[in-house]
């Protein structure tokens, strides 16, 4: 996570932008630690010694120090507060405002904090200023058992592969990335067929059509049914139904043969891939 630092007219307050939204709408000012209470962030501020207030806006934050205090030491804790406060997904405010504030969306947790924060730094520095290159964007959503759960926007998704690849090379904590959709419980994914397609996406099948950008996420499996989504240089390629027939259908049924049919539920006609929903189309029998 890259947070700057701005002067202000007044010696005594520094103004923090963290590269994020911080109120949804309005701003909210705390003079005293007790007033902060309905901001979990300004309350964590407050803790450290020297600050006096604390104001909130749109993407900053300004704190006020006391009088005998410097900011080449005040500076590291706040800095250090802010972005723990963040990594970890944890609300600005309470109640209503806390709703309208989180939006972080499924797979927003962290185990690993400073894992996270590296994430956050790379994410900021190297693969989102790529990404926006093509329209897109990219946006850390957690971190849980091995798996960085991104959201992709735009056209995104076809540096996968290498976002991928960088993750795990700079933080070992990475085993592989997500789309934050995995994140959605999905009961279908625990089943042993779901883990022998997944390990056969991992070991066989991505490898593969990672050479031309795309990937291959395995949705769900219901009964007989493996839903699985194109990504990358797959989606929207004239050639994905024969890729899906020829290539990956025969390698799941042969790998479970329990599976009848392999249904692609990816938006090859628009920039985004929305999850299968019954009843509303989006997925293509193969």
């Known amino acids: 996570m890259f947070i700057q630092t701005e002067s202000t007219s007044d010696a005594a307050a520094m103004r923090f932008l963290p590269g ?39 993407d900053s934050i300004t704190v006020r120090k006391r009088p005998e205090k410097e ?27 806390a709703e309208d504030s989180a939006g972080d969306g499924p797979g927003a947790e962290v185990e690993d904090p400073e894992a ?13 200023p790529a990404a926006k290159q093509d329209g897109g964007d990219v946006i850390f959503r957690g971190l849980k058992g091995g798996v960085a759960y991104l ?16 993750l795990r090379h700079y933080v070992p904590e990475v085993q592989r990335v997500a789309d934050q ?44 049914v493996a839903y699985i989504r194109l990504e990358g240089g797959c989606q929207g390629c004239g050639m994905a139904d024969v890729t899906l027939r020829q290539g990956i259908e025969v390698e799941i049924k042969r ?9 692609d539920v990816t938006d090859h006609a628009g920039g985004r891939n929305p999850y299968y929903q019954p009843g509303k189309g989006g997925a293509s029998p193969v």
Do not use: C
């Not at 209470?37 to 020297?50: D, K, M, T, V, W």
């Not at 994140?183 to 593969?208: C, H, M, S, W």
């Not at 059509?209 to 996420?217: E, I, L, N, P, Q």
């Not at 790998?255 to 249904?263: E, W």
């Open 151 to 166: 959201e992709f926007q735009g056209q995104a998704h076809q540096l996968r592969a290498g976002i991928e690849r960088m």
């Open 71 to 97: 900011w080449h030491v005040l500076k590291p804790a706040i800095l250090g507060v802010i972005m723990e406060h963040f990594v970890e997904h944890k609300p600005v405010m309470l109640g209503r405002e």
């Open 20 to 58: 994020r939204q911080v109120m949804p709408s309005g701003t909210a000012e705390f003079l005293s630690r007790d007033a902060s209470q309905r901001s979990p962030l300004a309350e964590r501020l407050f803790g450290i010694e020297g600050v006096a207030a604390v104001s909130l806006a749109a």
């Open 181 to 224: 959709r995995e994140a959605q419980p999905k009961p279908g994914l625990v089943k042993p067929e779901a883990q022998t397609i997944q390990a056969l996406l991992d070991d066989r099948i991505n490898p593969a059509v990672s050479a031309h950008g795309g990937y291959v996420a395995l949705v769900d499996v219901q009964d007989e």
């Open 255 to 263: 790998a479970v043969p329990a599976i009848s049919s392999v249904l």
């Open 116 to 128: 996270a924060a590296q994430i956050e730094e790379l994410i900021a520095t190297r693969i989102r």
